[in-house]
């Protein structure tokens, strides 16, 4: 039956070979990955969904949204404790910090403490956008490379400065005290000042010098010449009433007693 | 960049305002560098008068090395002043040998 359907589809040679012969000895279906035929492959590759492009690409017509990066917690926090500490602070004191061993560090922080000195690290990224909104500006250009800050809401500049003296290795920039920025010098000069009691005692005590000097100075001219006219009249009754004994000084004071008659 | 200080006898750095001359100095009194000569003194002396900011370095056998960095940067003064170390080193080494 087979053969007579065969045969009857028009003259195919006996015995011929298909062109394609499918070979089955391999699986298809495996449980390891396995490429897919070579034909297939190109199939696929030729098949592939191109889809289409707009006119204006996407890039052009729509604005580019930049994320807004979010505050670490931590930079929040440190945020929040410089500014309070640079709010509660009338002395704050900048230093390079270059490497001290760990002990002298502690003593020099605990010898501060003793005097409500504190000593605080902050980064410089989180310190350098609170003083260009501030009024401690004119700061900036101290916080560069590796600080730290002693702030006090007293002022107390010859403690600090002899706690620094121990510590070689941090050195002085400068310091903002009671709202007036000063350098390494100034702030030296500051501590040699005397304290304010004395300061205004001194001051009072100019003022008061000049009007007392002005009042003497207008009774000097009156006194004077009330002095002369005692130590005048003196001599002249001096000289009436002892002529012979007093006749030597009226030879030699001549000048007087023709002083006498002129008046 | 380690620095080492074996034939260094003391530091003097002026005019300590500069950005160059902090990270000099903050290289300078690194833990390591601090550490390879204790002898060493570092002084610093910090003003704000516009003077031009110099480092006067005095190594052990006498010689001094005077930088002015008005116009150098901070790298620069790092690299001359870690290669005479480095010098005087060789040259020590080869006096002991």
């Not at chain 1, 070979?17 to 298809?28: D, E, G, N, Y």
């Not at chain 2, 900011?53 to 001094?64: E, K, L, Q, S, T």
């Amino acid at each position: 039956m087979a053969a007579a359907a065969l045969s009857g589809r028009g003259p195919c040679r006996a015995g011929w070979l298909p062109t394609l012969q499918f070979v089955r000895q391999a699986k298809s279906v495996t449980r390891h990955w396995k490429a897919m035929h070579f034909e297939r492959q190109k199939l696929m590759a030729v098949t592939e969904y191109v889809a289409p492009k707009p006119a204006i690409p996407a890039v052009c017509s729509t604005p580019r949204v930049h994320a807004k990066k979010e505050e670490n917690g931590y930079a929040k926090l440190l945020h929040r404790q410089v500014a309070e500490a640079f709010q509660d602070s009338k002395m704050i004191a900048v230093c390079q910090h270059c490497f001290t061993p760990s002990d002298e560090m502690l003593m020099m922080q605990h010898r501060l403490r003793k005097h409500n000195i504190h000593v605080k690290f902050f980064p410089n990224e989180i310190v350098r956008p609170y003083l260009s909104t501030s009024k401690y500006k004119n700061l900036l250009p101290l916080f560069v490379a590796r600080n730290l800050m002693i702030m006090s809401p007293e002022i107390k500049v010859k403690e600090m400065l002899r706690m620094l003296k121990r510590v070689p290795q941090i050195s002085l920039l400068g310091a903002c005290i009671d709202d007036t920025i000063l350098s390494s010098q100034g702030v030296v000069s500051y501590s040699k000042l005397p304290s304010l009691e004395v300061t205004q005692g001194q001051v009072v005590g100019t003022l008061s010098l000049t009007t007392s000097q002005t009042c003497a100075l207008l009774q000097h001219g009156a006194g004077h010449l009330s002095a002369l006219l005692d130590q005048y009249v003196k001599q002249q009754s001096g000289g009436t009433g002892e002529p012979d004994g007093q006749a030597g000084e009226g030879q030699a004071e001549p000048g007087p007693a023709a002083g006498a008659a002129g008046l | 960049m380690q620095i080492n200080y074996r034939n260094m006898f003391s530091i003097f750095l002026f005019n300590l305002y500069l950005n160059l001359f902090r990270i000099f100095l903050e290289q300078v009194n690194s833990k390591k560098s601090r550490a390879s000569n204790i002898n060493c003194v570092v002084k610093t002396d910090v003003r704000h008068d516009g003077t031009e900011p110099v480092v006067d370095i005095m190594f052990a056998d006498g010689d001094r090395l005077i930088m002015k960095g008005a116009n150098l940067t901070a790298r620069e003064m790092l690299l001359a002043f870690n290669s005479r170390c480095i010098a005087k080193g060789l040259k020590a080494e080869e006096k002991n040998k």
